[in-house]
Antibody
Framework: QVQLQQSGPGLVKSSQTLSLTCTVS??????????WSWIRQHPEKGLEWIGH???????YYNPSLKSRVIISVDTSKNQFFLKLNSVTAADTAVYYC???????????????WGQGTMVTVSS | QSALTQPASVSGSPGQSITISCTGT?????????VSWYQQHPGKAPKLVIY???NRPSGVSNHFSGSKSGNTASLTISGLQAEDEADYYC??????????FGTGTKVSGL
């Protein structure tokens, strides 16, 4: 059974870069043809899709975040990463990594989630 | 991209059936068979309960069901139970190859 373990700082200074890591266990990130995603949830608010990566190459991002986001993969470490630059207080949220269920072709259904990381952007 | 529209809250008595709507546009819900639903309890990660409009993942109770008509998808919980009290989110694949979530609905018992 695939599991996702998130790591990274819970506090980031305004204008700096938020960096999170998601480590995959119980399966290989480079096989199976799954999408690997990042999703966030502002305090007491709804879910917001940030983007995902497929086969270590193809990335798709939320248009509202596209200019500031990079999602990448390190297959040798079975990890994928989120980098969000030029953060502001509006980026304060719980960040989740997630794996798509593999039912369809578009990575649209997430069946495995990380534990969530609360990231606070401070001034 | 704009979030899909859901009612802020829905309530029902134990054993009652409730339905949560999720309204989008022809660029997402209306033009996609890739609509999913998630259940989220406080402090927990979301759990997938419906994918591709009406399909249940293995292990998900059959008292969850999904449907779609035009630009609106729906999640029905039949026989509301105490453990169903949670937040529910829909999501849809879009014509821009992105994914958009709904605004979320809090389900509570009467």
């Amino acid at each position: 059974q695939v599991q996702l373990q998130q790591s990274g700082p819970g506090l980031v200074k305004s204008s700096q870069t938020l960096s999170l890591t998601c480590t995959v266990s119980g399966g290989s990130i480079s096989t199976g043809g799954y999408y690997w995603s990042w999703i966030r949830q502002h305090p007491e608010k709804g879910l917001e899709w940030i983007g995902h990566i497929f086969y270590s190459e193809s990335t798709y991002y939320n248009p509202s975040l596209k200019s500031r986001v990079i999602i990448s993969v390190d297959t040798s470490k079975n990890q994928f990463f989120l980098k969000l630059n030029s953060v502001t207080a509006a980026d304060t949220a719980v960040y989740y990594c997630a794996k798509d269920a593999g039912y369809g072709d578009y990575g649209d259904a997430f069946d495995i989630w990380g534990q969530g990381t609360m990231v606070t952007v401070s001034s | 991209q704009s979030a899909l529209t859901q009612p802020a809250s829905v309530s029902g008595s134990p054993g009652q059936s409730i339905t949560i709507s999720c309204t989008g546009t022809s660029s997402d819900v209306g033009g996609s068979n890739y609509v999913s639903w998630y259940q989220q309890h406080p402090g927990k990660a979301p759990k997938l309960v419906i994918y591709e409009v009406k399909n249940r993942p293995s292990g998900v109770s059959n008292h969850f069901s999904g449907s779609k008509s035009g630009n609106t998808a729906s999640l029905t919980i039949s026989g509301l139970q105490a453990e169903d009290e949670a937040d529910y989110y829909c999501s849809s694949y879009t014509s821009n190859s992105t994914i958009v979530f709904g605004t979320g609905t809090k389900v509570s018992g009467l």
